[in-house]
């Protein structure tokens, strides 16, 4: 039995609760008495614990380093500020709006500013991108790449957000609906946040001078088909399959399926074959018509903004790129 958080909290702070238990018998209240002093301490944890990490810093944007570029990234996240300014002569310079990610002896390949734009709190949207709050220093290795982010500096001393747009190098795919009957049936990646990139793999693969996607096979062990050598997913032969057990989804998919792969690769660009990663989700639909109209809303918001140079979102998680399969319209 799962006590409701407001309940453990009365629970825990009522000295009368005893009152409260029911007395029909001196069995039945040993046993509501004996069950309260083992499930509550629980629920009280679990009240105190879910508190403390949804606290959010209404001055800025996810601190996703808390001190360290090293740690984890963040689920808390900062709104989006309505009357931050760009411009600002003390506005952090990383020596370009275009970073690649780069081959490393060590764990982490990190970037931080070449300029000093003095002490303050760095912030940054949408969730994907490790920034130490306090130095500004981004881990590339760590962060989301092939997607546009901003970066919010609050110098020290003021409360303006000085804005600052930087593109981290890499492939994504648009989110986005495909209807096989009408002759959709690849998913193509796209580089460096521009849909409209010229495309840096040539098909020679990584022992040529091409790319290489699905490095780790995570994509094909779960029967979804990429062309290993350009990252194009072919969506007829991921549905569909050829093999006893059917594609992706199996031999009778289901409206609403969903299956999520890690795709590893890398790029023959200013990136020097550096290994990269995106998570993709694909989702299964008869019919174009069965999508629910809130889904295919959010969807068309977020391809909407990837074609006219918008961040994907200035809220949330943008990742992975849902895919989303139908046979018919």
Request: overall charge neutral; glycine content about 10%.
């Amino acid at each position: 039995m799962k006590i409701p958080e407001k309940v453990a909290i009365l629970l825990c702070n009522n000295p009368l609760i005893n009152t409260l238990i029911p007395m029909k018998t001196k069995f039945s209240f040993s046993l509501l008495v004996l069950s309260f002093f083992i499930l509550i301490p629980f629920a009280c944890r679990k009240s105190v614990s879910t508190y403390n990490t949804t606290q959010t810093n209404t001055q800025g944007a996810t601190d996703t380093t808390h001190h360290s570029v090293d740690s984890t990234k963040s689920n808390q996240t900062i709104p989006f500020p309505q009357t931050g300014i760009t411009g600002c002569s003390y506005a952090p310079d990383y020596g370009d709006t275009l970073l690649f990610p780069q081959p490393t002896n060590g764990p982490d390949y990190i970037i931080s500013p070449i300029n000093n734009p003095g002490p303050g709190k760095y912030f940054s949207w949408p969730m994907g991108m490790v920034i130490d709050s306090t130095t500004g220093a981004i881990n590339l290795t760590k962060s989301e790449t092939g997607e546009k982010f901003v970066i919010g500096f609050v110098k020290e001393g003021t409360t303006d957000t000085c804005l600052t747009t930087l593109i981290l190098a890499g492939a994504a795919y648009m989110d986005s609906v495909y209807v096989l009957a009408d002759g959709e049936t690849k998913a193509l990646p796209y580089f460096n946040a521009n849909p409209n990139s010229v495309l840096v793999c040539n098909g020679s693969g990584v022992s040529g001078s091409g790319c290489a996607f699905d490095v780790t096979n995570d994509a094909s062990s779960k029967r979804i088909v990429v062309d290993n050598n350009t990252g194009v997913i072919d969506l007829k032969k991921t549905l569909n399959g050829g093999g006893l057990f059917g594609g992706a989804f199996g031999l009778l998919p289901v409206n609403g399926q969903t299956v999520t792969t890690d795709l590893y690769y890398q790029l023959n660009d200013g990136s020097n074959m550096a290994m990269q990663h995106i998570s993709v989700q694909l989702m299964y639909y008869s019919n174009k018509s069965q999508i629910g109209a809130g889904l295919l809303s959010t969807l068309v918001l977020k391809l909407d903004n990837i074609l006219t140079g918008n961040l994907i979102t200035t809220s949330g998680n943008p990742r992975p790129p849902l895919i989303i399969i139908t046979r018919f319209n």
